[in-house]
Structure formats: C-alpha cells, structure tokens
C-alpha cells in the first residue's frame, strides 16, 4: 500500500516538467466538484419547493377531502363514521362557493371558502394565518364578516373595516339563477397562507353565515379531515372509504387533489438531475484523459514496476485508487460548493415572484439520502472511469516501456 500511496502522489501532485498532467488532474477534480454541486444544489431547491407547496396546502386544508354526489345533509353523522376511524386528528365540514367580489377598486372573479369555525383549526390553521388572533372570535359574532386572501386583498386594495360586495350567481340547486344573490360583507382580517394560488383566490366566511345567506340549509359540499401521521394518509383514506362506502362518497388525498403541481416538481427534479450527472460523465471522461496521459507520461515508471513483479491486477488496482482518489477530492470540493452556496440562498434571503412560482422565496430542503445517493453516483462514474486507462497500462510491454519506445502507438490507435 505505501508503495500505491507513493505513486499517487507523484501522478496527482507531480513535478513541474509535468504541467499537462497537473492541469489535467485539476480540470478533472473541478469537474466532478461542479457537477457534484449542481446536483446537491438542484436538488436540495426542489426538494425544498415540495415541502414548503405540502406544508403550505396541509396548512389550509387537511390531508383527506370527502365530497359525495349531491350534498351531505346530515354532515354530523357522516363526520361521527370518519372519526371512528383510528388515526383520524380531526375533521371539519366546507362548502365552496364561485363568487363576484366587488369593490371601490375593482371587481374579480374568486372562490368563496365557508368554513366551520368551531372545528375548523382542527383540520388547518387558519388561526395561525390571521393578522388578528382574535379575528375568528369576531367572525363568529358577526354576522356578515369576511377574510379575503392577503394577495387578493393588495390586489384590491382592500384594508380591514371596508365593505366587499359579493355577488353569488347561484340558486340553493347549484344553477345558475336570474336573480343572483348579492351581499354587503364587512372585512374582518387577512389569510395569509403563503401559497399565491390560494392568498390570491380565496375569501372565507364562516358555514353558519354562509348557510343562512345563500339558502343552503345545512348542507355542505366537503369534509376535510386531518390524520395525525401524514404517512398513514393513503390508508386510512382507504379505511375512510370503507367505513362509509363508495358510492355516493368520493374519497381523495392531497396529493390527488394536487397532483399535477406535485408530478411537475418531481418530473423537473427527475430531468434536470439526468442532465447533470451527464455534466458528472463529461467529467469522468477527463478523468479517462488524465489517467491516458499519467500512462504516457510515466511509461517507464509502469514498465519497471511490471519488470519489478508487479501484476497486471495489481497495476489496475492502483490505477482505480488514482481514479478514485481524484473523484473523492473532487466529490470533498462539490461538497463544501454546494453548502457555500446553499448558505449563501438562505442568508442572503433571495425574492421570487409569488405570481410565479408560488411561493416568495427560494425554499431549501437537504436530504441526507439524496446527497448520500450525489456521493456514490459520482464516485461510481469516477471508478469507470478508471477501467480503460487501467487496461491501456497493463498492457504496456516492459522491455518496450524501459527502452523508450513510445507507447503512443498502442495509445492513439487503441491495439
């Protein structure tokens, strides 16, 4: 082994006539160092938009929607059946509403969210998202209190105290009416969930007001139902389905719900990974380059340690360290890049734009098992990367290495 150590050295860190191979040796380490970066980096930021999209949705609803064709008349019973399911947190009933919404600053078109006040916090948390903490006791004794979005809110214009006009375009049948429902409601507070679709969609009222406003007697369109470990969320959905029976129930989860914002992040995380660890291979071939040269170079070296009894396996073995030495240096500097730069996002406190992407900040999420998964791709490829120089060298004639003839012939045309 001290032997393997000492011509390591002299092939990675070699004298000066050697400039080639130093250069060589460098660009490799850098290229497999920005690769390695690149892809903690990518995949860090996109992990981090999955959970702040999850924590933020789970925050405004629960894990489990229940809907049924038509309307849930009695709605305390069906809530009794899905609370006897073991792992059930909380369940709280909603309807929706397709509403005009109008203002001294404008008009916009918006989702009208009525929510049970008594049991909504079990399920999300809307308390936490108020401006007022105290803002859903003054729902409660208000009879036409209102909380838009805050993104719809600054759209508008719209500050607490001012009336909002909302027109409901619907009859208690779910059609269209030619007399549609118009109602003065006072606005309370702000909801700020943190996800733009909703801050800039939705307003919410209380069921109570809303049932007795818009003639819709006690029913509700929804259920939404919290689970205490969001890993158990597909069975006890399962569980939800069979204690109440499929039809007239229809039972989805949030990733049902949103499925096409969940599958978009995961396919660009899936592509742009593929494209760097190509950038990670480009970088292997330079690895395949200066181990070609280290062999050109330090011919005769080879041919005196075949001379001296060194084995063919035994001269691979040492060339797969080489190999393996500068993608574990390389993979050591991708390593540190990437947290300088992962640091440097979340001090720096970058701005997006929410309309955009959603959300207003860059949001980052390191998983130890997807930079664990970096380091062993990138260190494979590097290993690979050796098997080639390694045959080419232990076939180098002794007697034709120690005499001088250059090995150039077997090099640049591959006999």
Same mark, same amino acid.
């Given at each position: 082994m001290g032997i393997k150590?000492?011509? @390591?050295k002299r092939h990675v860190i070699s004298e000066g006539k050697h400039f080639l191979t130093n250069l060589s040796a460098f660009v490799s380490i850098f290229g497999v160092s920005i690769g390695v970066a690149a892809l903690i980096i990518v995949l860090s930021i996109t992990s981090g938009f999955q959970k702040a999209y999850k924590e933020k949705i789970l925050a405004h609803s629960g894990e489990i929607f229940i809907r049924k064709y038509g309307s849930f008349n009695n709605h305390q019973k069906t809530i009794e059946k899905i609370k006897a399911v073991s792992g059930i947190k909380g369940a709280t009933p909603i309807n929706y509403y397709q509403v005009l919404i109008s203002s001294k600053n404008g008009d916009k078109g918006a989702e009208l969210k009525a929510i049970e006040l008594n049991s909504v916090n079990d399920v999300a948390n809307i308390e936490g998202m108020v401006t007022n903490k105290n803002s859903l006791k003054e729902m409660k004794n208000t009879e036409k209190g209102i909380m838009? !979005? @805050?993104a719809l809110a600054e759209? *508008?214009?719209? /500050?607490k105290g001012d009336i909002l006009t909302v027109t409901f375009p619907f009859n208690e049948k779910g059609e269209v009416s030619s007399y549609p429902k118009i109602v003065n409601f006072k606005i309370i507070d702000f909801i700020s969930t943190g996800l733009y679709d909703f801050d800039s969609a939705y307003l919410y009222i209380s069921l109570k007001t809303a049932n007795k406003l818009f003639k819709t007697r006690s029913s509700v369109k929804g259920i939404e139902v919290k689970v205490n470990n969001i890993d158990d969320t597909f069975v006890i959905a399962d569980k939800i389905r069979s204690a109440l029976g499929n039809y007239p129930f229809v039972v989805t989860t949030y990733k049902e719900n949103?499925?096409? %914002?969940? /599958?978009? @992040?995961e396919y660009q995380k899936k592509y742009i990974a593929i494209v760097i660890i190509i950038i990670i291979i480009l970088a292997a071939f330079s690895i395949i !380059?200066? *181990? %070609?040269i280290f062999v050109t170079e330090k011919e005769k070296d080879i041919a005196l340690l075949k001379a001296l009894g060194v084995s063919k396996n035994q001269l691979i073995q040492l060339f797969i360290i080489e190999g393996g030495f500068i993608g574990v @240096? !390389?993979? %050591?500097? !991708?390593l540190i890049f990437s947290a300088v730069i992962l640091l440097g996002i979340r001090f720096i406190d970058l701005k997006l734009a929410p309309d955009i992407y959603k959300i207003s900040y860059i949001p980052i999420s390191i998983k130890p098992m997807e930079v664990l998964w970096v380091i062993v791709v990138s260190f494979i490829i590097s290993i690979i990367a050796t098997l080639y120089p390694a045959y080419k060298a232990s076939k180098l004639n002794p007697a034709e290495g120690i005499s001088g003839k250059s090995i150039n012939r077997w090099y640049y045309l591959g006999s």
């Open positions: 150590r000492f011509i @390591i838009p !979005g @805050i759209e *508008l214009n719209l /500050k949103f499925s096409n %914002l969940f /599958k978009s @992040i !380059g200066t *181990l %070609l @240096i !390389g993979i %050591l500097f !991708g």
